[in-house]
């Protein structure tokens, strides 16, 4: 599950490196280190990953599954994917299942889509998206939106 980011200096970052989440958001933000230089940025990054993936404790098919999860959460729209990583699906196809869930229940839809309505317009989500979340629901086949 998600947890906060410990700042580069922080003396708990090593020990927050053990946590694979942790290690997973912070190969996912790194960025180019100018004054490391190329050979000491990929040796972080390849540190990081292999933090992240542990592939001295996980089968081929256990990253690749992680992979697959990885990819699957990042495609989902914002607020599906923040419900669902709350959640902390431990396989794709355990995020599945949840995303699924939803079909039963459109109030939960209903309820994003009017707090995202009343946050100021600096606060909303780009135009454009909230349809994206109407569209992923009506093709799970959920109807019937309350008035």
């Not at 256990?62 to 607020?79: R, S, V």
């Not at 909303?124 to 629901?137: C, E, H, M, Y």
Request: aromatic content about 8%.
């Amino acid at each position: 599950c998600p947890s906060p980011l410990p700042s580069p200096g922080s003396p708990s970052l090593s020990r927050e490196l053990s946590n694979p989440e942790t290690a997973r958001q912070l190969f996912r933000q790194f960025r180019y280190q100018v004054m490391s230089g190329p050979h000491e940025t990929l040796r972080q990054l390849r540190k990081l990953c292999f933090q992240w993936l542990q592939p001295e404790v996980h089968t081929k098919e256990q990253i690749l599954e992680i992979l697959m999860l990885e990819q699957f959460l990042t495609i989902l729209p914002g607020e599906i994917q923040m419900w669902v990583r709350k959640q902390c699906p431990g396989s794709g196809e355990e995020a599945v299942t949840l995303v699924e869930s939803l079909k039963g229940d459109p109030q939960r839809l209903w309820q994003w889509v009017s707090r995202r309505s009343k946050l100021p317009v600096t606060h909303r989500a780009p135009l454009g998206s909230l349809p994206g979340v109407f569209v992923f629901f009506l093709t799970l086949g959920v109807c019937g939106f309350p008035h």
